[in-house]
């Protein structure tokens, strides 16, 4: 049987025993894993990282997550839920609801 690891910015990314970039013996594959089975508890906002070099972790701060753009329209359901105080799930019924309300108004 082969092992492997794959290594990207100093850091482990897996371990394998199928395919790799990296052929490794038994027992640093062994090692590894003992290593991987422990690994400690990530605070928010931060993930632990295994260095390839010495095979301890290392506290690493991620990136803040973008929100995805909202959809044109979503953005209109929103902006006639904002307008009717309603919360319609799509833009059919908050359309409605808006016509509704304008109609109760004359």
Do not use: C, H
């Amino acid at each position: 049987m082969r092992f492997y690891k794959n290594i990207s910015r100093g850091f482990l990314d897996s371990i394998s025993t199928n395919v790799g970039v990296v052929e490794i013996i038994e027992s640093e594959y062994s090692t590894i894993m003992q290593k991987i089975q422990n690994k400690p508890t990530d605070p928010d906002g931060y993930a632990y990282k295994l260095r390839a070099d010495n095979l301890e972790w290392e506290l690493v701060k991620l990136p803040p997550i973008e929100p995805e753009p909202l959809t044109d329209e979503e953005a209109l359901t929103l902006y006639a839920n904002e307008l009717t105080g309603a919360d319609d799930p799509d833009l059919l019924s908050a359309s409605e609801t808006l016509i509704e309300q304008r109609i109760k108004e004359e």
